[in-house]
């Protein structure tokens, strides 16, 4: 099957030509879809059709081995009793819009940061591929950053001084900023990852920036300066050059390289609108082995 790309922004992100993914399973179209991840770092694919198992499958086809240790599993079992598929919806358990006081509403708040999935774990997540069911009427998009164009757009000096450097990624930390408060044995659970904040992406021979709101601090470094550094960073990675915008389709199925780019949700009246998204992300294995091989 052939699959074709067409460039959404100039830095990164591209439109797969139609194709179904739930009739991918050729080594070849799999391939070259590994291939666009690698130049674009983000595709989307319009229209797909994808029953909860039918995206977990392709997610496997397409990547490997799935991240179940999400954030809100320390918190919550999964309404779909399966941790691999991340509810990313304002819905409670029994499918009402959650009201403004839910504690799952106000942790899902937090993806209004600038983050990427699964940096405060160990292995953390490569590719994120989040299914669009139900979009609300009013615009509730999704931002995206180009952590690549971000790093090579950083002076010779700074990237010589941020080579090496290793950072602690914590999901209670990027939620603690926002004044949620966690139970000793949530905090237990969510005790984080370090990572390189400079990422070398194997197969196109990029480097990235590694960063995030999960980043709490620069291992090695005092605690202000550090955390100084990495807001620095996120600023400087997120202005408008380096962002593309998805507004969403019902049946998008957006891939995102987490290891590239950076995105954060932008706010709704979701207390009014149903949203209803599914995630499935897979480990990167490979950048775990490297990290305890250093
Ligand atoms: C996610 C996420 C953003 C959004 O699913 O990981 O951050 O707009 N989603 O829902
Ligand atoms: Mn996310």
Do not use: C
């Given at each position: ?58 997610a ?9 240790k ?37 942790y ?13 774990q ?6 994120s ?23 090579d757009?950083?002076?010779p000096?700074?990237k010589v ?23 000793q ?7 984080g ?20 709101a ?32 998805h ?11 987490n290891?590239?780019?950076?995105h ?28 305890h091989?250093?």
């Amino acid at each position: 099957m052939a699959v074709t790309f067409r460039k959404l922004h100039p830095h990164f992100g591209a439109e797969a030509a139609p194709i179904d993914l739930r009739r991918v399973h050729d080594p070849e179209t799999l391939a070259a879809i590994r291939a666009g991840m690698d130049d674009h770092a983000l595709l989307v694919f319009r229209d797909q059709r994808f029953s909860d198992e039918e995206h977990l499958d392709f997610a496997r086809r397409l990547d490997g081995e799935l991240h179940t240790k999400t954030g809100i599993s320390a918190l919550k079992k999964s309404r779909f009793g399966n941790e691999a598929l991340a509810d990313v919806s304002n819905l409670t358990d029994g499918g009402q819009i959650q009201p403004a006081d839910d504690r799952r509403r106000m942790y899902g708040l937090g993806n209004r940061l600038w983050h990427t999935d699964a940096s405060f774990q160990d292995p953390p997540g490569r590719y994120s591929m989040l299914f669009a069911r139900v979009i609300p009427p009013v615009g509730a998009d999704t931002e995206y950053a180009d952590m690549r164009a971000a790093y090579d757009a950083l002076s010779p000096e700074l990237k010589v001084r941020l080579e090496g450097l290793r950072v602690h990624h914590s999901i209670a930390h990027s939620r603690e900023i926002l004044g949620f408060a966690f139970s000793q044995k949530e905090q237990e659970i969510l005790k984080g990852a370090v990572h390189p904040l400079i990422r070398s992406l194997p197969r196109s021979g990029r480097k990235s920036l590694y960063i995030a709101a999960h980043a709490s601090r620069i291992i090695d470094w005092p605690l202000p300066e550090g955390r100084l550094l990495l807001l620095e960073l996120i600023e400087h990675a997120t202005r408008p050059e380096f962002v593309y915008r998805h507004q969403w389709r019902v049946g998008d199925l957006v891939i995102y390289d987490n290891r590239a780019t950076m995105h954060r949700a932008r706010p709704f009246e979701d207390t009014k609108y149903p949203r209803e998204l599914r995630r499935v992300t897979t480990l990167d294995i490979q950048a775990s082995a490297a990290t305890h091989q250093a």
